[in-house]
């Protein structure tokens, strides 16, 4: 079965401070694995979107890395601002013809000042 | 912005009841998917059409249909409303059929009573 799982759960840190956040998965063939930002109540924004031959990919403050033998990524995230706070979702996509697209339920990340 | 609209912004009504939500992809954007998050939920996937063709589905439940127009927009049907069918629901677009970032919209709020 397709899973990914994200950690940690949340995530309280101050303002200025790097973190990174985790995501493990069991999804395959694997196409390609997404970072999407979403502010509470809105629609998510895509970070990185990243292919097997890709292991890192910046977007700014936000670095992703990948892993496709021990299938880890994670999404470092530098000088941690206020606006940081949000959740971040971790998609893996498989493809079998039609791409099908797994999500992370998140991590929930709070900045304070 | 994102380029994806959704209408109607919130929709409150009773069990029993149907609705319809509606998407407008971004210009040029061929396909668009339909997703559900419940409270603290993760995005669940429940279909995908590509230039008016149903392409993938995922957790939708036979109450709910949708379907893409020549004109590319879209509209998510929810009948015999239950109250755990209250949630957002998320409409994006991409270009092509995979491997695309996808652009979400700001979402409806349903809320059933």
């Known amino acids: 079965k397709n899973q990914v799982e994200q950690s940690p759960q949340s995530l309280i840190i101050l303002e200025g401070k790097n973190c990174t956040l985790q995501?493990?998965?069991?999804?395959?063939?694997?196409?390609?694995l997404r970072w999407y930002k979403q502010d509470t109540g809105r629609g998510p924004v895509s970070l990185t979107i990243m292919t097997f031959s890709e292991n890192t990919k910046s977007n700014g403050r936000y670095t992703a890395t990948l892993d496709a033998d021990t299938k880890q990524s994670s999404l470092h995230i530098t000088a941690s601002q206020l606006s940081d706070s949000a959740s971040y979702i971790c998609?893996?996509?498989?493809?079998?013809?039609?791409?099908?697209?797994?999500f992370g339920t998140g991590t929930r990340f709070t900045i304070i000042p | 912005d994102s380029g994806v609209t959704q209408t109607p912004k919130h929709l409150i009504t009773a069990t029993g009841q149907r609705v319809t939500l509606r998407c407008s992809p971004r210009?040029?954007?061929?396909?668009v998917y339909w997703y559900q998050q419940s409270l603290d939920q993760g995005l669940q996937f429940l279909i995908q059409y590509y230039n008016g063709e149903e392409r993938a589905k995922g957790n939708i439940l036979e109450r709910f249909s949708a379907q893409q127009f020549p004109d590319l927009h879209s509209e998510l049907n929810l009948s015999s409303l239950e109250l755990g069918d209250s949630a957002l629901y998320f409409c994006?677009?991409?270009?092509?059929?995979?491997?695309?970032?996808?652009?979400f919209g700001p979402g409806t709020r349903l809320t059933v009573l």
């Open positions: 998609v893996v996509s498989a493809s079998y013809g039609n791409e099908k697209l797994t």
């Open positions: 210009s040029g954007d061929l396909s």
């Open positions: 995501c493990n998965y069991t999804v395959s063939p694997f196409s390609n």
């Open positions: 994006a677009s991409s270009p092509r059929l995979e491997s695309d970032t996808q652009y």
